[in-house]
């Protein structure tokens, strides 16, 4: 059973700051911004405003510009902002510099979603990831914990035991992070003993971008209640159940959503949950048609995929939330070129069904649109690996 995070504590107000540099227009960093006020929602927060700033590249000090950086300032004064967010990874002294200057806490995208991470971890197996990320990140940080030393001006003998107490601070750390990967080690082991006593069905796992709905599909599917919410990173752990179409029994894994700019060693730390992916025979890559950046979405997905991953595997496109497409019908002396939200549902799904050769379906697991489409596909697929597994086996089916 969850329990329901208390609201009555006061929320943290945050305002979030990003930066447009050559590499992404203006439209796909107010996307980035827009991921990034919903993770400060999720973490339990209250977005504020935001900032962002065009500039060559970010600026080695301050990553922003010292003009911005003085707006910024005057802004969190004025509005007494908790928590300023920036939606890039920030190194030591950026961190440093930026909060001396601001005069209130400051975190990066990465730090943000191990918050979450932590917020969200229900089991042992995922409380030990978290943890390990959580020390794995703070560990080439650990000097900004000493910034007290800063205010003791020179004096003999004031710095060397501020490295002694850095360096032992970093050995206590490295020492935690390699009994972490040993626990983390054992809980893997556990699981590949209770993978292999399932027997040789087949495996389909769950797959996509956070916030997409595969929650709901797995209890659509399992006639399950696993929990599920319109909160980014809901599922931290891969839930696994039987699942029974017509009278052919197969597994069904649901695992952690992915996101863009998902901290590296986040990816290495939640590799052994994704184990379930590794193993299965199909892949639902559950995608939500009506997010205007859902191809994007696609290619994060399949790009975190690649690093799991050596061999290619069987995916069925599942398209949801079909019941929240918006559609804008262009006028027609409108000559300009079609945007994707001129694009029609009907329109869409011709050209995902030519690009998967026909490995695409289109639903709506809340509204229950198409779900038997959907389960008369995914029996086929199964059914397919079935037979070439079990040739004798054909009084399932």
């Known amino acids: 059973m969850h329990k329901n995070i208390d609201t009555s504590i006061k929320k943290e107000r945050a305002v979030i700051v990003g ?20 993770l400060v929602d999720t973490a339990g927060g209250e977005n504020i405003s935001r900032f962002t700033q065009k500039l060559d590249r970010p600026d080695p000090a301050t990553y922003i510009g010292k003009g ?55 089991t042992a197996h995922a409380r030990v990831q978290v943890e390990l990320a959580q020390y794995q990140y703070l560990l080439p940080r650990l000097a900004g914990m000493w910034t007290h030393l800063e205010r003791q001006k020179g004096g003999i003998g004031l710095k060397g035991p501020g490295e002694k ?3 032992t601070d970093r050995r206590i750390v490295r020492d935690k992070i390699a009994l972490l990967k040993k626990k983390l080690s054992q809980i893997d082991k556990q699981k590949a003993t209770q993978r292999s006593n399932r027997g040789s069905l087949v495996r389909v796992a769950l797959v996509g971008y956070t916030n997409v709905g595969k929650s709901t599909i797995m209890n659509l599917l399992s006639k399950t209640n696993v929990f599920a ?37 986040l990816i290495e730390s939640f590799k052994s949950t994704l184990d379930e992916v590794r193993e299965s025979d199909i892949l639902l890559h559950v995608v939500d048609i009506s997010h205007p950046g859902f191809e994007e979405q696609i290619g994060v997905v399949n790009e975190t995929l690649s690093e799991i991953i050596d061999e290619e595997k069987q995916t069925i496109m599942v398209f949801n939330k079909t019941d929240l497409y918006s ?44 779900i038997e489409t959907f389960k008369k596909l995914l029996y086929d697929k199964v059914v397919e690996i079935h037979k070439r597994r079990y040739p004798y086996d054909n009084f399932l089916y």
Request: glycine share 2%.
């Open 165 to 167: 107490e850095i360096e």
């Open 19 to 38: 930066v447009i540099t050559g590499r992404e227009t203006e439209e796909i960093v107010k996307e980035y911004l827009d991921e990034l006020a919903f």
């Open 68 to 122: 911005k950086l003085a707006e910024i300032k005057a802004y969190v004064k004025e509005n007494e902002i908790d928590l300023v967010v920036f939606d890039d990874d920030l190194n030591l002294s950026q961190l440093r510099n930026i909060e001396r200057a601001l005069k209130c806490r400051v975190i990066d995208r990465s730090n943000l979603i191990l918050d979450i991470f932590a917020l969200r971890a229900r």
């Open 327 to 370: 559609f804008v019908e262009k006028e027609e002396d409108d000559l300009t070129p079609p945007e994707k939200c001129n694009i029609s549902l009907e329109e869409m799904k011709k050209t995902w069904m030519n690009k998967t050769k026909d490995d695409a379906i289109f639903i709506s697991a809340k509204m229950k649109n198409n």
């Open 229 to 265: 919410e319109n909160k980014l990173f809901a599922t931290l752990d891969t839930t696994v159940r039987k699942v029974v179409i017509g009278n052919l029994p197969f597994l069904l894994s649901d695992t952690v959503g992915f996101i863009r700019k998902l901290p590296h060693h």
